[in-house]
């Protein structure tokens, strides 16, 4: 199976800038998406295709990518953006999926 | 408003059986993919199965496979997933999700709406 990986955590202060990573072999060629999920409730996307932002996403999320690496980056993290954040995406087939582990972020 | 809505889930002994079903609303169930994902107490996400719009293609993770069984019947908008052979570690709260979509003119990017849940228990 197709496996990503993120850092476990990631801990800021209110105002600072959040960087969540997500690595895959595939990633250089094939979007990423990006969920937050809280507690008890279903994951929300709030990044797709890489850098689009659906309807509603704050204009301090986005997605860079180099090579085999995409990075989520909250710019000026707020108190509400703390969640848990999985990285989806596909192997190079385009048919087997996989989300990254989460990273849990923190902001105080 | 476009909403997936699970259900089927419950408390089966290892080595049972199940039928989750997934139910659509609010958009064109016919044009996406969908997607089963699960997620184990305290763990991440998993992503379980796929199915093409009209069915002709299925795929799944490797631990589930021969086991599970995606299907879909476009003509009620409906998801399902047959889980046979349970075992203890499939043991998850269960997602439908919408996948992109396409029709002869468009394409939709999809992977924005998830139902709320439904909870599987395997346990003696």
């Known amino acids: 199976s197709y496996e990503l990986t993120q850092s476990p955590s990631v801990s800021v202060s209110p105002g600072q800038t959040a960087r969540i990573t997500c690595s895959g072999d595939a990633l250089s060629g094939k979007y990423s998406y990006w969920y937050q999920q809280k507690s008890g409730q279903a994951p929300f996307l709030v990044m797709y295709e890489d850098n689009k932002r659906p309807s509603g996403i704050p204009e301090r999320f986005s997605v860079s990518k180099s090579g085999t690496m995409a990075t989520l980056t909250i710019s000026g993290a707020q108190a509400e953006d703390e969640g848990d954040y999985y990285c989806?995406?596909?192997?190079?087939?385009?048919?087997?999926?996989?989300f990254g582990g989460g990273t849990k972020l923190t902001v105080l | 408003e476009v909403q997936l809505v699970e259900s089927g889930g419950s408390l089966v002994q290892p080595g049972g059986s199940l039928r989750l079903s997934c139910a659509a609303s609010g958009f064109r169930f016919g044009v996406h993919w969908m997607t089963w994902v699960r997620q184990a107490p305290g763990r991440g996400l998993e992503w379980v199965a796929n199915i093409y719009k009209d069915g002709r293609e299925e795929y799944y993770v490797d631990s589930v496979r021969g086991r599970f069984s995606i299907s879909r019947d476009n003509a009620r908008n409906l998801l399902f997933l047959q889980m046979n052979s349970l075992r203890v570690e499939d043991t998850a709260v269960y997602y439908c999700?919408?996948?992109?979509?396409?029709?002869?003119?468009?394409?939709?990017?999809?992977?924005?709406?998830w139902g709320q849940g439904t909870t599987v228990t395997v346990s003696s």
């Open positions: 999700m919408r996948g992109r979509g396409f029709d002869s003119t468009n394409y939709y990017p999809g992977m924005d709406v």
């Open positions: 989806y995406s596909t192997d190079i087939t385009g048919n087997y999926w996989a």
